[in-house]
């Protein structure tokens, strides 16, 4: 079992502005795509390959997909992202410097975070990816987010 909240402490002057909650509506909304793509690859490839039975494609990817959403559905739809004055402190013991975030940008449900040297972060299944984007965006200028 990993951590899906912030547990690494604030410094002295720091303090949370906002919370990202994982949304979990959003969550079965990106899942139901998933399962939409995957069932019609999996038709596609058995049509492509001659099988009489590509129905079976639709079967394939809708159980597969539905597999991992129910696995995972408790781990991902309970993480929480903080933001301070200073870092964006995530699940894992991950926190980023706010000074030190290069690039800020929207993956379907999802805003992910790219630092100077390279790593990224998601932050998953927001249900306002723009907002939640805006509102880094303003703490990265020195706003209250």
Known sequence: MYDLT??????????????????RPTYW???????????AVG?????????PHIWTGAVGGLAAV?????????????VRWDLTNRRLLGPQGRA????EIKMIRTLGSAVQLVTHSGDKHLLKYQAD???TKA????AIAGGRG
Do not use: K
Request: proline share 3%.
């Open 6 to 23: 912030p547990t690494i402490d604030l410094t002295p002057g720091e303090e949370v502005i906002a919370s990202f909650h994982a949304d």
């Open 29 to 39: 909304r990106d899942m139901a795509t998933m399962a939409a793509v995957a069932m």
């Open 43 to 51: 038709m596609a490839i058995l049509w492509a390959m001659g099988n």
């Open 66 to 78: 539905a597999l991992r959403a129910f696995y995972i559905a408790s781990d991902e739809v309970n």
């Open 96 to 99: 980023v410097r706010l000074g």
């Open 129 to 131: 990816r723009n907002a």
């Open 135 to 138: 509102r880094i965006e303003r």
